[in-house]
């Protein structure tokens, strides 16, 4: 709905009637949209994906090591 919004080829009245959402709640939607789509591209996004990439390679090694220590017991 907040792309239909953010497109602007219907009137917010327009929607509201159709969808049977108040005009507020639409206006909200395409604000929360737009104030978002910045972080969508942002460094923190890909900074979390590499946290996100490191945390698993370290999960990963620490699953090594213990069936290592398993097998050697």
Known sequence: MAVVMI??????????????IHRTMLSKWKKEALDGL????????????NDDENLINE??????QLKVDTVSQ
């Open 7 to 20: 497109r602007e080829r219907e009137p917010v009245a327009e929607l509201a009637q159709k969808y049977e």
């Open 38 to 49: 910045p972080d969508i591209f942002s460094a923190k996004k890909k900074a979390q994906k």
């Open 59 to 64: 999960l990963y090694k620490q699953i090594g």
